[in-house]
Nanobody, 122 residues
């Protein structure tokens, strides 16, 4: 089982990035996917979730209107499009897979990726 994040990097405030999470080794269509982030000295927090059938999405208040989550089941990939980035968005971003949105929200997924660093300069 693998979840591999990519697309992180250094960007100026106000800029955009698109993160990708490529999954393998499990039946991707059967899992809800979430993006989480963790900044130094802070707890890991949920950023956005997408349901199994792509019928439901959810966002942290801090990213609503700026981030968009989507999934391409044909490619076993989930994306996080991030616009209007702020320095406080800087963190390591992780994707995770769970059999339900509930398990994502309680941070008890089945699988975690290793993360990709996002740094937003002011």
């Amino acid at each position: 089982v693998q979840l591999v994040e990519s697309g992180g990097g250094l960007v100026q405030a106000g800029g955009s990035l698109r993160l990708s999470c490529a999954a393998s080794g499990f039946t991707f269509d059967d899992y809800a996917i979430g993006w989480f982030r963790q900044a130094p000295g802070k707890e890991r927090e949920g950023v956005s979730y997408i349901s199994i059938a792509d019928t439901s999405t959810d966002y942290a208040d801090s990213v609503k209107g700026r981030f968009t989550i989507s999934r391409d089941n044909a490619k076993n990939t989930v994306y996080l499009q991030m616009h209007s980035l702020r320095p406080e968005d800087s963190a390591v971003y992780y994707c995770a897979a769970a059999r339900s949105l509930y398990r994502l929200r309680i941070k008890r997924p089945s699988y975690w990726g290793r993360g990709t660093q996002v740094t937003v300069s002011s």
